[in-house]
């Protein structure tokens, strides 16, 4: 197989010639068909995220076929479709995952973090945080649904059910959420860089009901907020924006500092609250969600080997929607 390794932090990832693996028990190998890039890789790759482990392939947005099972792995069968997330273990043992918060695991294992991700040719998962996915919708396209669409899903469960809903960073996640805020009858304010008016059209063009920069007030007082964007001044603002007893989620892994601010903006009831990860059920969730939606991902195409400029890109902001990496 081969992959793009990042072998040490903040460094470019390389080209590796690597021998194959066989799964092990419990575990399934997947030959990758498309691997989305997250800004969660950004992370990895600067050595922004606790505890990292190099060398690691990252990747945690992956669609392939299964080539191969382990020992003991039911349900899942050989040349089957399946999508794996960034959760890629749980311990099943502590409070977290015997409460129905496995997103919240004390001794969780990360695809393409602290286990081998998708930006290879192949990858080897634990079965029971595989998806199925079908055989509908291809495989670009579905990429980006399990990261940026199951995360986002989480975030707007979280959010709550109010109808003028904020959309702070309009990525990959946003764009996908936009879509399926909509379509359970919501109004989409979405808030972009300052001066952005690029990806302002795109937000209306997937029916945001106001797009404007993040240091704008929105025109009505908003239900809730979620914050995409890794900017912790961005908190305060959306803070502003929501009305009484409205709720601002984080929903990035990361995040520069927040600034101090006046209680004056929490006050009322307001809240302030974070995503972290996600549970499976969230996938099955959203996953079954998806089509009756009829989501449409937008997707800038890159070979394995451009992952570097993938990332580049992202970091710059030169794609709408979400870069997908194809073997
Ligand atoms: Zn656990
Ligand atoms: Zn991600």
């Known amino acids: 197989m081969q992959a793009m390794v990042l072998n040490r932090l903040g460094a470019a ?12 028990p419990g575990e399934i190998r997947v030959k990758v068909l498309a691997c989305g890039v997250c800004r969660t890789d950004l992370h990895v790759v600067d050595g922004e995220l606790p505890h990292p482990r190099v060398p690691i392939i ?44 496995e997103n919240l695991c004390d001794r ?3 695809t393409g973090f ?8 192949a990858t080897i998962a634990d079965a029971r945080f595989a998806f199925p996915l079908g055989e509908s919708g291809d495989d670009v396209s579905l990429a980006p649904l399990l990261c940026a669409g199951l995360i986002g899903w989480r975030s707007l ?14 990525g990959a996640a946003a764009h996908i959420l ?16 300052p001066r952005d008016t690029k990806t302002q059209g795109f937000a209306r063009s997937l029916g945001a009901h106001w797009a404007g920069g993040s240091d704008e007030a929105p ?26 007893g409205g709720r601002v989620v984080c929903a990035g892994i990361h995040m520069s500092d927040i600034p101090s601010f006046p209680y004056g903006l929490l006050w009322e009831e307001r809240q302030l609250l974070s995503v972290a990860n996600l549970t499976r059920q969230d996938g099955l969730d959203f996953l079954r969600l998806a089509p009756k939606v009829g989501i449409v991902t937008k997707t800038t195409r890159y070979p394995l080997r ?10 710059a902001g030169r794609f709408e929607g979400a870069a997908v990496l194809v073997p």
Do not use: M
């Open 157 to 170: 469960v979280i959010a709550g059910d109010g109808k003028k809903l904020g959309l702070y960073g309009f």
């Open 219 to 244: 025109p009505e007082p908003l239900d809730a907020a979620i914050i995409f964007a890794t900017v912790g001044d961005l908190v305060p603002l959306a803070l502003k924006a929501v009305r009484k």
């Open 114 to 121: 602290t286990r081998d991700g998708g930006f290879a040719t």
């Open 306 to 315: 451009q992952a570097n400029e993938a990332l580049a890109d992202l970091r």
């Open 58 to 101: 990252p990747g945690h947005e992956i669609v392939g076929r299964i080539e191969s099972i382990g020992e003991g792995v039911d349900g899942l069968h050989l040349g089957e479709r399946v999508g794996i997330p960034w959760l890629g273990h749980t311990c099943g043992v502590c409070p977290y995952c015997v409460g129905q918060r």
């Open 178 to 193: 936009a879509q399926v805020a909509r379509w359970q009858g919501r109004s989409v304010f979405a808030f972009t860089r």
């Open 108 to 110: 969780p294992i990360f």
């Open 13 to 24: 990832l390389e080209w590796t010639e690597l021998a194959d693996r066989h799964p092990g």
